[in-house]
């Protein structure tokens, strides 16, 4: 069981950087991911993060979000800058015990997510 916790959304204006925040308890050797769901839209998928650090990341934020984690803390972070108005959305953190995936079912573990928005 792996049990999540996301916190550092916010209101930001366009062009700006926020920083969210995973924390993890229980079995925590797991791929992580973010996801977000913009009102009115499907959830979508953003980021993943191995154990060992690999990362791949969705066409959409590629070159402005980050994803990392620290293992010793148990947490997984999304730097995100230069965001867009069209990254509003509420974010969650996810967990997996395989490999990456882009998928929302492969996720067995969720956070109650943060809400980001971004003002024009």
């Known amino acids: 069981q792996v049990q999540l916790v996301e916190s550092g959304g916010g209101l930001v204006q366009a062009g700006g950087s926020l920083r969210l925040s995973c924390a993890a308890s229980g079995r925590t050797t797991y791929t992580m991911g973010w996801f977000r769901q913009a009102p009115g839209k499907e959830r979508e998928f953003v980021a993943t993060i191995s154990w060992s650090g690999g990362t791949s990341y969705a066409d959409s934020v590629k070159g402005r979000f980050t994803v990392s984690r620290d293992n010793a803390k148990n947490m997984v972070y999304l730097q995100m800058n230069s965001l867009k108005p069209e990254d509003t959305a509420v974010y969650y953190c996810?967990?997996?015990?395989?490999?990456?995936?882009?998928?929302?079912?492969?996720?067995?573990?969720w956070g109650q997510g943060t809400q980001v928005t971004v003002s024009s």
């Open positions: 996810a967990a997996r015990q395989r490999g990456g995936s882009t998928f929302i079912s492969d996720y067995a573990y």
